[in-house]
């Protein structure tokens, strides 16, 4: 098990009920991650209209995950 910390805006705050949490998890990529989060929090968005940053910066969805990372899976903003 990798231990890594999530954060959350938008909707996805408001789905998994915090604006962070501590995961372990035995996902080897932010993909798989965010995969099994979606589920354990019904987020409903697919990846594809995501982005994900690793330790403050924008990563690839099939960046290996390592026990410390930071992830930030950030969803689509309406605003004017």
């Known amino acids: 098990m990798t231990e890594v910390e999530v954060q959350y805006f938008a909707v996805l705050r408001e789905r998994a009920g915090t604006s ?3 995961v372990a998890t035995a996902a080897a990529t932010a993909a798989d991650l965010y995969d099994e989060l979606a589920q354990r929090h019904a987020f409903g968005l ?17 960046h290996r995950l390592q026990a410390g990372d930071r992830l930030v899976f950030i969803p689509p903003v309406a605003g004017g």
């Open 46 to 62: 697919p990846r594809s209209m995501l982005r994900v940053a690793v330790n403050d910066e924008f990563a690839d969805w099939s």
């Open 20 to 22: 962070r949490e501590t």
